[in-house]
């Protein structure tokens, strides 16, 4: 467990900008910047500074008074926390628009996860084949056989809502240990099991009420 | 703007979970759950009952000490501060996989949003053509003609990532509000607009940090 310099549990909020964090700082060391401070990483993050020093601050002395961040530093500090120093293959279980899209997206070109075996359902005409970016696509019935046989611990799900609940308890079975949920289905799992959902609903409420609250101020000014 | 019942800007954080709670209590009302408490909320969420009692307390007294929360009653409360009595159609820039996925995802069945128009270059052989739900798919140069003429504020951008900016300059200047943004490119816009992006290596990011948080704890105990 990843613990604060007071040795407690890090804040989940603060987890979830680890990823953003990082690649700040690597867009920072391949634009040729040095060093940086909280107010130039809080602008490119979109909270305020406060935040950002509150963050840092739970690691320790990440930067130095007078002179802020070491880009080069904080980029593999956050490499290191991240784990992203090791390869990461994924198992994507769902071929439609979305699992093409996704097999498509290019999440190992600056980081090391790649998805490597797709699966979907007999019906599926992809099933039996091989992506032109050579990941293969392979019944749902082998993931069984498969996964175990493999070094993957991490999936992807973009089937239909109702089947994430099934696909979950197959990949669990086989020895899965974390989710990528892209459905609206909340997924029930063990507690040794992790879970990061996706829902596209949300983010679009989450804009829509940032547009609202925005036209609001501007009423009120 | 939304302000809580001290007067106060409402946190970022509260506000990201806002469609997550009015989720949970459309859920509880379908159910014929008719009450709740902090602690059924929270599991559903994932997160401690003292931040949904903490959020629910910026709003004033939303339950009733000794009976919990009534479920109708807060899922009408959420739907008005998301603004989801009223219809949303929103504009989708990029009919690829992902523009594809997003198309078919079905927003509109519990939520009044709607995909009404999409785009893409001319290359696109959808460009000309109505989706099976509907939806027509006109040349990316007609978007400034046919937006100041609807009422779309917002739009879904799902573009290759070096043509996002390009494309989300033509939706402002075309009147656009809001925009979803599912490339890793941080749009850069003024301060009126809204972006509200998905990062999907971020995502990744975040479930292989919390896998790997939860097996160093296993191995500790």
């Known amino acids: 467990m990843v613990v604060t310099k007071f040795n407690e549990v ?23 910047i ?11 993050l979109g909270v305020d500074s406060a935040t ?4 840092f601050s739970l690691f320790g002395e990440l930067g130095r008074r007078g002179y802020g961040y070491d880009t080069a530093v904080l980029r593999d500090f956050f490499s290191d926390l991240l784990g992203d120093s090791a390869e990461t293959n994924i198992a994507l279980v769902g071929v439609g628009n979305l699992g093409r899209a996704l097999i498509n ?13 797709a699966y979907d359902v007999a019906g599926n005409l992809l099933v039996g084949t091989t ?3 050579g990941i293969p696509v392979y019944n ?9 046989n493999s070094d993957i611990e991490t999936a992807i799900i973009s089937v239909q ?9 197959i990949l669990i079975d086989a020895g899965i240990k974390g989710i990528l949920n892209f459905t609206p289905h909340r997924l029930e799992v063990p507690d040794e099991i992790t ?10 409420q989450t804009l829509l009420f940032f547009m609202n609250d925005k036209k609001e101020t501007a009423k009120k000014k």
């Open 131 to 133: 992506t032109d970016d």
């Open 195 to 204: 879970v990061q959902s996706v829902d596209l609903t949300s983010e679009l």
């Open 10 to 32: 890090l804040p989940k909020a603060t987890a979830k900008r680890l990823p953003q964090y990082y690649r700040i700082f690597k867009q920072f060391v391949a634009d040729k």
């Open 34 to 44: 040095e060093r940086t401070n909280s107010q130039a990483i809080a602008a490119k």
């Open 105 to 117: 997206y290019r999440f190992h070109d600056r980081n090391k996860m790649r998805i490597t075996q």
């Open 161 to 169: 809502t109702d089947k994430a609940q099934k696909v979950a308890d």
């Open 52 to 55: 950002v020093r509150r963050d």
């Open 140 to 148: 749902i019935s082998d993931i069984k056989k498969n996964l175990p």
